[in-house]
T-cell receptor, first 110, second 113 residues
């Protein structure tokens, strides 16, 4: 089992560009999450999903959109990237409590 | 709303010394508690968790934590640390009935030779 995978691992964008981060899990988990990690801020929840076809806002949803068309995939989109979105993004999945994390995507917006 | 406070942002210790990383949470309902570890340039992995039962929980790599309901704390301890324990440690709480976790801001543990 690969667990939770994320693509890409690194990306550099210019202000105003768009991109999509892909998260995939092979554990058949119902719940999936997108977090961002910034120095001294811990992990903050952006959006989450409680099942295929559902999404909900987390703590810091502005500037991001998500989709969960398939149970195993959770996509995070940035429509118009801003320097404030420079961060490390983590995807996670869970069922029954423990969350399993992907390796992260390091995004820089210039 | 739930919140998690990790009182120390950085903890430097010498190898083979004991360490305690502190975590306090605020919640008026039953909670589940977790400690995650993040090694440099990696994702988070579960160190240990408290769901119910014994308040002393043992995890991987010789770490343990004690749930104290009256003090709303879940401090992480290790009697003798190694250089390889250098990492960032996150405390997290999940409220009963919800799958979402609320994370503390993390404690960077640096083990020096």
């Amino acid at each position: 089992n690969a667990g939770v995978t994320q693509t890409p691992k690194f990306r550099v964008l210019k202000t105003g560009q768009s991109m999509t981060l892909l998260c995939a899990q092979d554990m058949n988990h119902e719940y999936m999450y997108w977090y961002r990690q910034d120095p001294g801020m811990g992990l903050r929840l952006i959006h989450y999903s409680v099942g295929e076809g559902t999404t909900a806002k987390g703590e810091v949803p502005d500037g991001y959109n998500v989709s969960r068309l398939k149970k195993q995939n959770f996509l995070l989109g940035l429509e118009s990237a801003a320097p404030s979105q420079t961060s490390v993004y983590f995807c996670a999945s869970s069922q029954g409590g423990e969350q399993f994390f992907g390796p992260g995507t390091r995004l820089t917006v210039l | 709303a739930q919140s998690v406070t990790q009182l120390d942002s950085q903890v430097p210790v010498f190898e083979e010394a004991p360490v305690e990383l502190r975590c306090n949470y605020s919640s008026s309902v039953s909670v589940y508690l977790f400690w995650y570890v993040q090694y440099p340039n990696q994702g988070l992995q579960l160190l240990l968790k408290y769901l119910s039962g014994s308040t002393l929980v043992k995890g991987i790599n010789g770490f343990e934590a004690e749930f104290n309901k009256s003090q709303t704390s879940f401090h992480l301890r290790k009697p003798s640390v190694h250089i390889s324990d250098t990492a960032e440690y996150f405390c997290a709480v999940r409220m009963g009935g919800s799958e979402k976790l609320v994370f503390g801001k993390g404690t960077k543990l640096t083990v020096n030779p």
